[in-house]
């Protein structure tokens, strides 16, 4: 299968990874869209792209520049759209149902969305939806076997609006137990720093799906504290309670559970042990990178005739 695979150049996250791991299972033409670039589509597509060369084409692109454009993507044949941020469809903030308004208008176009229960939820409005988690990147994150001397942290950013949630449970916890809440640069600082700590509180709170910090917690080796994301979400991980990870839904259930392997170091231990251990053979970029190239393999849905507008458009390269 031959695949385009059409990338941000300009993203917080370092996902390269993830794009080798797609790479590697497939015949890929992996490109690196600029904003300018990713801001007019209908252009880049007629200057540097042959669609019938490809049997599909990936977008990862920004979804603030892929819904002013739908006219446009419209016109792309085999065309699948890798989404890791449809979870803002259902939770108040300025996408909310905005995920749905733009798929309605590409009823055949697959998504392959990092939430199990938002593939769930995009499939009942009938949309061609498919889950594959977020993951880490494995070359970079690891567990180092480092004294962890940081009992209870949660390492990275509180500041956007999908992150009010996180950011005022995480000052709660604060007020009452002896939480570091820090920001680290990418890479071997912020490995060092989640070796470190002993208990990572993950706060994903109202979003529905579990972000990359869980991943990169559990590769590292922390004992991860994941806010409790509902039975089908946790079971389509294989998250487990206080197995391989400890859920709660509010602080007072946190500190109680903490409380509990405070007083059990081993059993701490081997929480920690078996969400690594988990994260190493399910969620690393590579295995994440395979899953996206199956969910690429069955056929699509057969797409809707153009318009006479749109084949005046596409004619004229416009």
């Known amino acids: 299968m031959k695949v385009l695979f059409l990338v941000q150049k300009e993203q917080r996250a370092i996902l390269d990874r993830l794009y080798e791991g797609v790479a590697e299972n497939c015949e890929c033409d992996l490109r690196w869209l600029s904003s300018d670039e990713q801001r007019n589509l209908r252009r880049y597509f007629r200057q540097h792209v042959d669609v019938t060369q490809y049997d599909r084409i990936l977008f990862f692109l920004r979804f603030k520049q892929e819904i002013r454009q739908a006219g446009f993507i419209r016109t792309v044949p085999n065309l699948v759209i890798l989404e890791h941020d449809a979870y803002q469809n259902y939770i108040p903030c300025k996408y909310t149902g905005k995920f749905s308004a733009h798929y309605r208008k590409l009823p055949w176009v697959r998504v392959i969305s990092s939430g199990f229960v938002v593939s769930e939820r995009l499939r009942e409005e009938g949309f061609d939806a498919v889950f594959v988690p977020k993951g880490y990147d494995q070359t970079l ?41 820090t920001r680290t640069k990418s890479g071997d600082e912020y490995c060092a720093t989640l070796n470190r700590i002993r208990f990572f509180v993950s706060a994903d709170v109202g979003m529905g799906e579990f972000m990359i910090k869980n991943f990169e917690a559990m590769a590292c080796g922390c004992a991860l504290f994941a806010y409790d994301q509902g039975e089908a979400e946790n079971r389509a991980l294989g998250l487990q309670d206080m197995h391989n990870v400890v859920f709660y ?12 392997l405070r007083n059990d170091p081993e059993w701490a231990a081997r929480i920690a042990v078996n969400g690594r251990d988990l994260a190493v053979s399910q969620f690393g970029f590579g ?18 005739p153009l318009g006479w507008i749109e084949k005046v458009r596409a004619a004229l390269g416009i």
Do not use: C, H, M, W
């Open 141 to 181: 994150l690891s567990d180092q076997g480092r004294e962890r001397d940081i009992e209870l942290a949660f390492v990275g950013s509180t500041n956007s609006v999908a992150y009010s949630g996180r950011k005022a449970l995480l000052d709660e916890l604060a007020q009452v137990e002896p939480l570091i809440v």
């Open 249 to 260: 839904s509010d602080i007072a259930q946190l500190r109680k559970k903490l409380a509990i």
């Open 287 to 304: 295995a994440i990178g395979a899953r996206i190239v199956r969910e690429l393999e069955p056929t699509l849905r057969q797409q809707a």
